[in-house]
Nanobody, 123 residues
Framework: VQLQASGGGLVQAGGSLRLSCAASSRIVSNNGMGWFRQAPGKEREFVAAIGWNGGSARYADSVKGRFTISREYAQTTVSLQMNSLKLEDTAVYYC?????????????????WGQGTLVTVSS
């Protein structure tokens, strides 16, 4: 399974971006999906996850109320709507497919990863 992430770019603080991640196979439709991010010099961290049917969404405390995760297109695409962006949201964002029907917060629970898309928030 290949994951193609898109939508990253440069945005001013307070602005919005929408990331999308398309899977090459419909086998992911039975799996949870998630987004992680890695800032320069930091470890990869959990951002958001969603269950196989579009339910069971969960978020990191740092993005709760600002980011929204969703699934579309027969559950093969996962999106991340990011609003009220902050400087600390700057990172490479990765989408991933969970080993289970829901998405967890540990990267170890994910089996397929996209190549990452860079989000840069400027002041």
């Amino acid at each position: 399974v290949q994951l193609q992430a898109s939508g990253g770019g440069l945005v001013q603080a307070g602005g919005s971006l929408r990331l999308s991640c398309a899977a090459s196979s419909r086998i992911v439709s039975n799996n949870g999906m998630g987004w992680f991010r890695q800032a320069p010099g930091k470890e990869r961290e959990f951002v958001a996850a969603i269950g196989w049917n579009g339910g069971s969404a969960r978020y990191a405390d740092s993005v709760k109320g600002r980011f929204t995760i969703s699934r579309e297109y027969a559950q093969t695409t996962v999106s991340l709507q990011m609003n009220s962006l902050k400087l600390e949201d700057t990172a490479v964002y990765y989408c991933a497919v969970s080993r289970r029907a829901v998405g967890g917060e540990s990267s170890a629970g994910y089996t397929y990863w996209g190549q990452g898309t860079l989000v840069t928030v400027s002041s």
